[in-house]
């Protein structure tokens, strides 16, 4: 989401290390650069302007200008200006009452809310062992409730029969009564949304929070709408008070200044940041992370849980058992590419890793895309007996498992290339450990 804004503070930094001494002009161009570089990523003039004024008065102190490396005391200083201009520390939802508690998402319509709630109950189960019990008081929007039951029945998890010809602060406390008998410590509310903020969306939501006093209330904001989200967290703010916010199209290629704004604007912290479509793709968000990323930093903390989320220790221990037989298979060697593309897209994987992205172009991560759905396609097309064994691979084989895939023998003869060269590697995964395979993996598709 932040390239742009990330690849011209790369290029005022460069500027500034080109300088044989950092003097307060260079600083104060410096600093006119990033005020270009944040209004155009869409970032509110007004956090422009506070955040430009804490990092000069940091930036001229006679400790950055007479260092031996003013420029990295600059750009460190940015960071953590950007890191407290999103919130500073990482908050966590605090769900420290009698259950169940009531967590209720607001949002315009459009912005995400339902699939978001599936997610945050899905996070919620996962890591914080809780048993929640959704429900949809949304009764305008055509097939609402119905979405919101076919995500439960994807998750299994209960979701309550909300009867759309009743008033949603009435589905809202049957869900409530549902909830307990289900022995359910938390019940998550979906509410109606609105093309705009109008006074009867309003008075509903109001009506709702009277009644069931949620401990959480949700805004839930579409990063990709620029400066249009500010204004929907002001406007949802006076009228509810809401606790925390939740960023949706996070990975999405919008500029990105909602994410820098909104924090300050409304004094809510960001609680979490949607990924993509999948029910797992909810992430807490933390703001000195993002900072990193934003500044070409990378990400190495995320990348490592992602991997820790993915690889599972049984697979790793059966990879080890694979290795010591010299069993390594087809099957194995797309069993582990599954496992990398369940982290995400190579472009995702690649923000997490500082400097990644500069050595990158958009060009080598799509090929490097469709070449792992290439390499899918191939072994899919072989029989149980061809990934087990390929060395019964013979040419009427090949050209049967190539018009199969759509692709080439020649293709076909690379894959197996790279699938002995992977071969080797787990040969040497007993003196190596694991972390050879993975520092490997990579390095296939190049």
């Known amino acids: 989401m932040f390239e742009t804004l990330t690849d011209k503070l790369d290029l005022t930094f460069k500027r500034l290390r ?38 000069k008065s940091k930036s001229l102190g ?77 009764v305008y929007r055509p097939a609402a409730i119905e979405q919101l039951k076919i995500l439960g029945r994807d998750l299994g998890m209960p979701v309550h029969d909300s009867n759309p010809g009743k008033p949603p602060v009435l589905i809202c406390q049957e869900a409530l009564e549902g909830a307990k008998r289900q022995f359910s410590d938390l019940l998550l509310l979906d509410t109606a949304g609105r093309l705009h903020i109008d ?16 401990r959480h209330i949700l805004l839930v ?15 949802f703010n006076e009228w509810l008070d809401f606790t925390g916010i939740i960023l949706t199209k996070m990975d999405g290629d919008a500029r990105g200044g909602a994410a820098l704004s909104m924090r300050e604007i409304v004094g809510k912290p960001i609680l979490f940041s949607g990924m993509g479509e999948k029910l797992d793709a909810l992430e807490p968000f933390y703001p000195d992370r993002l900072a990193s990323r934003i500044l070409g930093m990378g990400d190495v903390l995320s990348l490592i849980e992602k991997a820790e989320q993915t690889y599972e220790q049984k697979e790793v221990d059966r990879l080890e058992r694979i290795a010591r037989k010299n069993q390594f298979s087809l099957e194995d060697f797309q069993a582990q590419l599954q496992q990398i593309r369940k982290m995400g897209s190579i472009g995702e994987l ?32 072989m029989t149980i007996q061809e990934r087990r064994n390929p060395a019964i691979l013979n040419g009427s084989r090949r050209r049967r498992i190539a018009q199969g895939s759509g692709t080439t023998v020649a293709e076909i003869n690379r894959l197996i ?3 002995l060269e992977m071969k080797k590697v787990m040969q040497r995964f007993n003196k190596l450990g694991s972390r050879a395979l993975f520092n490997r993996m990579p390095n296939l598709f190049h």
Request: aromatic fraction near 4%; charged fraction near 30%.
């Open 199 to 214: 006074d009867d969306l309003m008075q509903e939501l109001k009506a709702i929070k009277d009644a069931l006093k949620p």
């Open 221 to 235: 904001a579409d990063a990709m709408i620029g400066q249009d989200a500010v204004h929907q967290a002001q406007g």
């Open 18 to 55: 080109g300088q044989g001494k950092i003097s307060e002009k260079n600083i104060e161009e410096a600093l006119r650069e990033v005020r270009l570089a944040l209004l155009e990523a869409d970032v509110h003039f007004k956090v422009v302007k506070s955040f430009l004024e804490s990092v």
């Open 417 to 419: 290339k790279q699938f």
């Open 350 to 381: 690649l923000d997490l890793v500082p400097g990644a992205r500069k050595l990158t172009q958009k060009a080598d991560l799509g090929q490097a895309e469709k070449e792992l759905k290439r390499v899918e396609a191939i072994i899919n097309s």
């Open 62 to 138: 006679q400790e950055v200008l007479r260092s031996l490396t003013p420029d990295q005391h600059f750009i460190k200083i940015i960071r953590e200006e950007l890191a407290a201009l999103l919130g500073g520390e990482r908050r966590e939802l605090d769900l420290r009452g009698p259950p169940p508690l009531v967590l209720m998402l607001v949002g315009l319509q459009g912005s995400g809310k339902t699939t978001t709630l599936a997610k945050l109950a899905l996070f919620l189960q996962r890591e914080k062992k809780r048993k929640p019990y959704m429900v949809s008081a949304d």
